[in-house]
């Protein structure tokens, strides 16, 4: 319950509930899942860890999935407007809001239909196992010296959550953000095969998204971007106990349809994703990946949405990844 207050304060997000429209909830039996990324980053974990939580928990008989990669989902938020696909929910993230601030692509959030918030994923520096690096101390140390010489893969395009994430890093060691040489890999999965081959330094990543790994002995973690320590990891410092005090960051995930979708469609989704939270199965799902508890709906969830707008453009002029 704390950390569900945490995030909430985080983005400032007001309840609309009161003012939210009435609606029956229409048939819904079957859903299909766009995925703007490749396989194996938070997006794709998120799509199939609802959709596998939804079957077996029986809220859903039959959950299809679609990964679309592309001009980082630009191909695919086009895709879901021009066809207006009438069972189809995309899954995205902080990504939407940055990318469209950044003139990636003309769409904004409010061109779909924001159905849902699910989880929120804090980010983490990671290193290989291997690594010189045992705290981040010694790679602040290091960034300070030779920010260019210390390369830092991302799953995101460059100026995306985690290029964001990297450069408030590198604050932390009194470095401009425009030094900080940024690796862009399409998906996490990509992103953390350039770490474990050695072709970057160190990784930054949604902790979800390296969790398994953490787990299995082949990274190392030196800090995590939450305001207090993991319960389940409390040797894991925050980056603020770690030397980067501006370093607090948590990426939500949630689901968008098409706008041209049916109101009791989007009543139906809202009913079948709320119905998850209360499951054993979704519980499973968040326990497996280190998410923590995010659900907004409707004007809940474009309060979110409006106030993370705001906020990030704010920090992208900071940053001079934006004019």
């Known amino acids: 319950m704390y950390v569900k ?3 909430v304060g985080l983005f400032c997000v ?12 229409g048939t819904l039996d079957n859903t299909h899942f766009l995925i703007p990324g490749g396989a194996g980053g938070g997006w794709d ?14 809220i859903l008989d039959l959950a299809t999935y679609e990964n679309m990669s592309g001009g980082g989902g630009a191909r695919a938020i086009a895709h ?33 239909t924001p159905v849902a918030s699910v989880i929120g994923d ?38 995306g959550t985690d290029h964001i994430f990297a450069a408030l890093i590198a604050r932390g060691a009194g470095v401009d953000a425009r030094a900080v040489k940024y690796i862009p890999y399409d998906a996490g999965g990509k992103a953390m095969a350039g770490l474990l081959s050695g072709e970057v330094a160190a990784l930054s990543s949604g902790f979800g998204e390296v969790v398994d790994l953490v787990h299995q002995g082949w990274v190392r973690l030196l800090c995590i971007a939450s305001s207090s320590r993991l319960p389940d990891l409390p040797e894991l410092p ?17 689901f968008f349809a098409a706008p041209s979708v049916p109101g009791e469609t989007i009543c139906a989704w809202q009913q079948m994703l709320a119905d998850l939270q209360t499951t054993r ?39 001079e990844l934006i004019e």
Not at 95 to 108: A, D, K, N
Not at 238 to 249: I, R, S, V, Y
Not at 282 to 306: C, I, K, N, Q, S
Request: charged share 25%; aromatic share 8%.
């Open 5 to 7: 207050k945490l995030l």
């Open 14 to 25: 007001s309840t609309f509930a009161a003012f939210a429209k009435e609606c029956t909830p």
């Open 45 to 58: 974990r998120t799509a199939r860890g609802v959709g596998e939580a939804l079957v077996r928990s029986n």
């Open 80 to 112: 879901l407007i021009e066809t207006g696909a009438p069972r189809t929910l995309m899954v995205n993230s902080t990504p939407i809001v940055v990318r469209s601030l950044q003139g990636v692509f003309p769409q904004t959030f409010r061109d779909l």
């Open 122 to 159: 804090y980010s983490v520096i990671a290193v290989r196992s291997q690594s010189r690096y045992e705290d981040l101390h010694g790679l602040l140390s290091d960034l300070g010296n030779n920010p260019r010489g210390i390369p830092v893969a991302g799953g995101s395009v460059s100026g």
């Open 238 to 254: 925050t980056c603020k106990e770690a030397g980067a005090p501006e370093a607090l960051f948590v990426n939500w995930r949630g």
């Open 281 to 319: 199965e979704w519980e499973e799902v968040r326990e497996r990946y280190g998410w923590v508890e995010l659900h907004h709906e409707g004007p809940d969830f474009m309060a979110l949405l409006t106030e993370q707008e705001h906020t990030l453009r704010r920090l992208l002029n900071e940053l």
